[in-house]
């Protein structure tokens, strides 16, 4: 069972970019798709960003152009940077690996990390 640790979150003024890291509790080679989502209370969580093992990536509409996600095996670890930020894009970002064809995730959600876009 993997654990994931997200950290880089922050205040960040509106046009600014952040990177975000998370740390995983087993090797992630071994993981199909990693995922980058992000939850604003009272609305649904939203996979903003997914990577397969094979390195292929999607983005939601939301935040295609402006986002990169990318995985170091070696450190266990799964990026998401941002450029671009819009106060839209404040939330708490969580990474997990989603089921195939499905809403659900593989693995218990950890802390996330805060990001708030505001002048």
């Known amino acids: 069972q993997a654990q994931f640790v997200e950290s880089g979150g922050g205040l960040v003024r509106p046009g600014g970019s952040l990177s975000l890291s998370c740390a995983a509790t087993k090797s992630i080679s071994s ?45 266990n670890t799964v990026y ?18 989603p089921l195939r064809g499905t809403s659900l995730v593989l693995y218990s959600w950890g802390q996330g990390t805060q990001v708030t876009v505001s002048s």
């Open 31 to 75: 993981i199909d798709v990693l995922g980058w989502y992000r939850q604003v209370p009272g609305k649904a969580r939203e996979l903003v960003a997914s990577i397969e093992s094979s390195g292929s990536t999607k983005y939601a509409d939301s935040v295609k152009g402006r986002a990169t996600i990318s995985t170091d095996n070696a450190k």
């Open 80 to 97: 998401l940077h941002m450029d671009s930020l819009k106060p839209e894009d404040t939330a708490n970002y969580h990474c997990n690996s």
